[in-house]
T-cell receptor, first 113, second 112 residues
Framework: DQQVKQNSPSLSVQEGRISILNCDYT??????FLWYKKYPAEGPTFLIS?????DKNEDGRFTVFLNKSAKHLSLHIVPSQPGDSAVYFC????????????FGQGTILTVHP | ETGVTQSPTHLIKTRGQQVTLRCSSQ?????VSWYQQALGQGPQFIFQ???????GRGNFPPRFSGLQFPNYSSELNVNALELDDSALYLC???????????FGPGTRLTVL
């Protein structure tokens, strides 16, 4: 039972353009969502998060949007840079699950110069 | 400040053997979580330790067990290894149960 899904295994964009990574979830108990970035041979690093009481959170070039009714979140990267090329995971947790993160399968982002 | 470290980096075992993976948490962190990442998948939660006690477990059989030590470092033990246990094992530490988790680089386990 995949409670968090990233349906696009890969995404390719041109440098300077917008990258949009999508994530869907099924568990209504999830109330906090995170995006992680992972480079090869490194662990995932935290990028940005959003609480279910918000619908948008911005941090520099990164913005996360949450649509609770659709159980959908997206990560926008503007402008995209070659250094953004990595695997992006969305993750979710509920208030009752303490630190347990439920991850999606990941999306490989490639930003071409 | 030292980040999360894991050892060994790579490990090859055969079916039926036992393995111990180690994790040193970031300085000051008292919570450690373990995740299994199979090829092409996202990390899956195995269990979490808080102040030396198991605090939450994912859908993994009892042959996956762990320990947390007084210095908050941790071990993941897997008995009776199966081919499907081949994966990247990630350790994450945090200050408390709810705070941001910092991941180590992982241990790549191959079971032949």
């Amino acid at each position: 039972d995949q409670q968090v899904k990233q349906n696009s295994p890969s995404l390719s964009v041109q440098e300077g353009r917008i990258s949009i990574l999508n994530c869907d979830y099924t568990n209504s108990m999830f109330d906090y969502f995170l995006w992680y970035k992972k480079y090869p041979a490194e662990g995932p690093t935290f990028l940005i998060s959003i609480s279910s009481i918000k619908d948008k959170n911005e941090d520099g070039r990164f913005t996360v949007f949450l649509n609770k009714s659709a159980k959908h979140l997206s990560l926008h990267i503007v402008p995209s840079q070659p250094g953004d090329s990595a695997v992006y995971f969305c993750a979710a947790k509920s208030g009752t699950s303490y630190g347990k993160l439920t991850f999606g399968q990941g999306t490989i982002l490639t930003v071409h110069p | 400040e030292t980040g999360v470290t894991q050892s060994p980096t790579h490990l090859i075992k055969t079916r039926g053997q036992q393995v111990t993976l180690r994790c040193s948490s970031q300085s000051g962190h008292n919570t450690v979580s373990w995740y299994q990442q199979a090829l092409g998948q996202g990390p899956q939660f195995i269990f979490q330790y808080y102040r030396e006690e198991e605090n939450g477990r994912g859908n993994f059989p009892p042959r996956f067990s762990g320990l947390q030590f007084p210095n908050y470092s941790s071990e993941l033990n897997v008995n009776a290894l199966e081919l499907d246990d081949s994966a990247l094992y990630l350790c994450a530490s945090s200050l408390g149960l709810e705070n941001e988790q910092f991941f180590g680089p992982g241990t790549r386990l191959t079971v032949l």
